[in-house]
């Protein structure tokens, strides 16, 4: 059975400094896996995904994500934090040669300080 | 591409009411689905449908909740009758299932609908 842990609730950084994500997974297939983002009262919108292809894949707004299947981690990073970066971040897995079996973490939220 | 569209985008209704939630997925789109989220919850998945066949409707809470998928261009979501606990956003999404290359499925979200039953 597939699942993922979002280890962080809620992550805050300063303005211009690294931000990290962590999400770990697990997947009895080979997984697709996706970092979504939900800025205050809007839907969500796809950050980045990975797909079997190349394990560092990267995203929109400067958002880039490693897969590590040894350590069955995709954790979401950024090299400088802005403001605008402040909303939830959600790490969703979807396995392969599955009906759309999607699973959403919990959910983090990060806090930029100025 | 319009992407998901959702409507109402928001809705205050009285308790005892009907509420309909209604979703147009993107076009070619053969995977719809229908999540709430709350903050006590987050994000459920509440149904999903693959070529307009309901798939796993596990996560629709009880029996006051219905799903609908006429066709490939339309869906509701219904809640009747509508009680206070049943305040959330709900999101829409869908994605196409891309034989063979498995190419990822990636679920495209609507901007949700935010009810509110008082």
């Known amino acids: 059975a597939q699942s993922v842990t979002q280890l962080d609730s809620h992550v805050s950084v300063s303005e211009g400094t690294p931000v990290l994500l962590r999400c770990n997974y697990s997947s009895s297939y080979s997984p697709s896996l996706f970092w979504y983002v939900q800025h205050p009262n809007k839907g969500l919108q796809l950050l980045l995904k990975?797909?079997?292809?190349?394990?560092l894949v990267k995203g929109i707004n400067g958002f880039e994500a490693e897969f590590k299947k040894s350590e069955t981690s995709f954790h979401l990073t950024k090299p400088s934090a802005h403001m605008s970066d402040a909303a939830e971040y959600f790490c969703v897995v979807s396995e392969m040669n599955r009906d759309d079996k999607i699973i959403f973490g919990k959910g983090t939220r990060l806090h930029i300080l100025p | 591409d319009a992407g998901v569209i959702q409507s109402p985008r928001h809705e205050v209704t009285e308790m005892g009411q009907e509420v309909t939630l209604r979703c147009k997925p993107i076009?070619?789109?053969?995977?719809l689905f229908w999540y709430r989220q709350t903050m006590m919850r987050g994000l459920e998945l509440l149904i999903y449908f693959n070529n307009n066949v309901p798939i796993d409707d596990s996560g629709m809470p009880e029996d006051r909740f219905s799903a609908k998928m006429p066709n490939a261009s339309f869906s509701t979501l219904k809640i009747q009758p509508s009680e206070p606990r049943d305040s959330a956003v709900y999101f829409c999404?869908?994605?196409?299932?891309?034989?063979?290359?498995?190419?990822?499925?990636?679920?495209?979200f609507g901007e949700g609908s935010w009810l509110t039953v008082v």
């Open positions: 999404a869908s994605s196409s299932r891309d034989r063979p290359t498995f190419s990822g499925n990636t679920i495209y």
């Open positions: 990975y797909t079997s292809a190349a394990t």
């Open positions: 076009s070619g789109h053969n995977s």
